[in-house]
């Protein structure tokens, strides 16, 4: 049982190490005040997670067509990584192709986005 503990462990130290330098595209259209479409783009690098996103397309005066800004920001934790964006809770929960961003832009906003890897 402890070898098996072991090698499961490894492993997940390796899958860890095997995430620096990844890159995860993401798209999501909102519909809660107005309409706005959005491209993000998740990096990890030197241990963190960052998010970014661009507005491509909003009927939203204070997010126009080009807008950037950074989404999160978080200590790499593992398979998961909790923490705050725009002052509300975030979750990223980190799969093998892809990861899932939930939380982070509004506490009223169903802010759920999965992510492909590149």
């Not at 997940?12 to 995430?19: G, P, V």
Request: proline share 3%.
């Amino acid at each position: 049982a402890d070898r098996d503990a072991a090698r499961e462990k490894d492993a997940e130290q390796r899958f860890i190490a095997s995430l620096e330098g990844a890159k995860y595209d993401c798209y999501k259209v909102w519909d809660y005040y107005k309409h706005y479409e959005s491209f993000y783009k998740v990096k990890i690098e030197n241990g963190k997670i960052g998010g970014f996103f661009d507005v491509i397309q909003s009927d939203i005066a204070n997010l126009p067509v080009g807008f950037k800004g950074a989404w999160f920001d978080l200590d790499l934790k593992g398979r998961v990584s909790q923490g705050m964006s725009f002052g509300s809770p975030i979750r990223v929960d980190i799969f093998n192709d892809r990861l899932r961003v939930q939380g982070g832009l509004s506490p009223r906003e169903d802010n759920d986005v999965t992510c492909s890897r590149q």
